[in-house]
């Protein structure tokens, strides 16, 4: 999976991949930052593509993706059973491949392990659809393609969402970002 964005790693450099702090301007435009680009890539990973083994072929959540809108911009999260995460914002900061972190690999992988079941109750996704401004967004990357799940923004900010747990799951994931993001800065 890490080769489809290493692409990208060269056109960057390492405080932009790095740099996941928000930004207190105004949320520039997604056609001017690699965020577009990069989430399209992690809705294109494939299951071969993560380096897991199904010797059952059976239906398999290889992914979570989470489009999550705050006040200032859209946040995209990326997991992936391989240990794998990315985070992309609106304002072109990112963190890409934190699975060689271990803080962050066991975290994705216990978000998808405890919440795959999920995408039995989910939308078939026959399209990526963009991320919207109200809406908080999983997406389950399966063996039998891509299912979501969404709740809004209100109700999941209130504990009153079936997805608050997920959500918060998906939390702990950006936080171990940050924390990782945190140590890279101060280490230069």
Known sequence: MLEKFSCLL???????????????????SIDRTPYKELRELAFETEYDDIGIQNPKDEAVVYGVIMDWPTQRE?????????????????????FIG?????SIQKSSIRLIHKYAYLWKQGKKAYWTPNPDLDQVRFF???????????????????????????FDEAQAVISEIRIEAEKEKDDD
Do not use: H, W
């Open 98 to 102: 934190g699975g060689g972190r271990e």
């Open 10 to 28: 060269s056109k960057f450099s390492f405080y932009n991949i790095i740099c996941i702090l928000l930004v207190p301007a105004c949320t520039p």
């Open 140 to 166: 389950f990357l399966t063996t039998r393609g891509t299912y979501y799940l969404e709740d809004t923004v209100s109700e999941i900010d209130s504990d009153t969402s079936t997805l608050t747990p997920i």
């Open 74 to 94: 859209i946040v995209t999260l990326a997991t992936f059973l391989s240990g794998d995460a990315s985070l992309f914002l609106t304002s072109g900061a990112s």
